[in-house]
Every structure is written in C-alpha cells, then in structure tokens.
C-alpha cells in the first residue's frame, strides 16, 4: 500500500480516471490473477517464516528472492509515493507494532513474542500490478491485541463484500468503520485503499471511514487494493522521517489487504491465497 499522506482523498474521481483500473480484456484478468496468486504464495512463506528472532531484512530479502523466483519484480522497490519524497528503499513493508504501514524493513529490531507484524507486498508480473497485506502475531500478546488482529481481518472481509458494481466507495468505509468502531477500535482517517493494476497506486483513494452511497461509483472490472488499517488508540497517526506512518498515541495497529476486480454480484479476491 503505498499514497501520498493526505493526498487523492476525494471520492468525486471522474470517469476519464476511474477508467485506468478498468480490466479491458480476458487476457488482462487473467494476468492480473496470476500476479495475485504469485503474491499471496509469496506472503504465505513469508507469513510462516516470520518468527521471534528474525528481522524485518530478514523477510525482504526472503521475498526479493520469492519475487525472483516467481518470475516478477517488486512493485514497491525504489518507488517514490510523491513528489520530493525518497524512494522506498525494499520490496516489501514492515511494520511493527504502532507503526501503521510503510516500515522499512531493518535489522536493528530483532522480533520478540509479543511483536505484531505487518507484511505488505507489491508485486508486478506481465505489467500487472498486485497489492496485499496480512499481519502476524508473534508468540504471546495480549487478549486485546489478538482482538485487534481479528476485527481487521474481519473488516476486510466486510469490505469485500460491498465491492459490487452499482455500489459506491462511501459503502466500502462505512462497512470498515461502523464494525471497527462497534468493536471498540478506531480508524486513521488519512490512510486508505486505492486503485491498482496498472500501476502502485491509482485513483480513487479509498478511505477506511465513509457513509453509504457516496463517493466514486464501482463499475465492474475496478481493480481495486482494499486495505483497513485498524488501530488500539485514538488513530490519529504520524509520519516519521522514513516515510512510515505510526500511530501518535504509540499503541497497536494491524493490517490486512487484498487486491480485488470489482463484479456484478461478488468482487474477485485476486491475492486470495488458495
């Protein structure tokens, strides 16, 4: 996941964009599949060998490898977000803790018990570009973080069942927050979902808060990374100096993404891991 902070957050985007994320033909479908597919099998190791004693340059060196061998590039390596900011300098994110999205991978912090851990991919095959995220708890936490790490992982799957043509991007924040927020949790207003496909990030920005019916229309064949950001605290966030994104309070946050196409009466989960 990777936007401008504070960036495309209108949900009033024009057809002449929301046109880029539109998939054109059968061969392009199928090619973005086989991108997500590649990604959540590379996620999927990743997520196993993320283990108390390891580091994050650990896990982006294992999946520079992965990337390899899945005959892709990383999406996310040297991609500048915007305008004056440094290029990200791995192939994946890792976040700790209260960092939200964004954590460049290091070695300085070897992972305990008690770490939760994002791991968030770009992958790009056959110029089809594919987004995901799923976090990990390590050893022993407590009841409320285990909470925290579950309503997420709900949320997505919430969201990802308004993700039907006719619908609109209002009804994708709303379906994250009335849940996260009923659950005790909050929502960082300023970081959301976007467009994907050809390209990091494309319009709409897709924000994780939202009232039904409002906002950009879904119109079938939308490629789509879908992503709530869930925090313990306020949700009120910061941007360090690395260009991550952590929570101001310093509690917890957990993430979980998938890139999906946009359908008639259900999206495909293109990142599911099958």
């Known amino acids: 996941m990777f936007l401008p902070y504070s960036a495309s957050c209108g949900t009033d985007s024009g057809s002449a964009v929301l046109s880029k994320m539109i998939i054109q033909n059968d061969q392009e479908l199928q090619d973005l599949k086989m991108s997500g597919q590649k990604l959540a099998r590379i996620l999927a190791i990743l997520a196993r060998e993320c283990r108390i004693g390891g580091t994050g340059l650990d896990l982006d060196r294992r999946a520079r490898e992965l990337m390899k061998q899945e005959g892709g590039q990383p999406a996310f390596l040297h991609y500048r977000p915007a305008p004056g900011l440094k290029p990200f300098p791995a192939a994946i994110c890792v976040s700790l803790n209260d960092t939200v ?48 790490v579950s309503v997420t992982r709900e949320a997505l799957e919430r969201a990802l069942k308004v993700c039907v043509a006719g619908n609109a991007v209002g009804d994708i924040g709303f379906a994250v927050s009335s849940f996260v927020y009923r659950e005790g949790f909050s929502v960082p207003e300023e970081l959301g979902g976007h467009g994907v496909g050809h390209g990091v990030h494309e319009e709409p920005f897709i924000s994780n808060i939202g009232r039904r019916a409002e906002g950009a229309k879904l119109k079938p064949g939308m490629v789509l990374a879908i992503e709530p950001m869930v925090c313990m605290g306020s949700g009120e966030v910061m941007q360090r100096e690395d260009g991550s994104f952590a929570t101001l309070d310093g509690s917890l946050s957990a993430h979980f993404e998938h890139t999906i196409v946009v359908g008639e009466k259900k999206p495909i989960i293109v990142t599911e891991n099958k």
């Open 101 to 148: 999205v964004h954590g460049v991978p290091e070695k300085e912090h070897v992972f305990r018990s008690g770490d939760i851990v994002t791991i968030d991919g770009g992958f790009v095959w056959r110029g089809m570009y594919t987004d995901a995220a799923l976090t990990v708890v390590l050893g022993s936490v407590s009841r409320q973080a285990r909470k925290l």
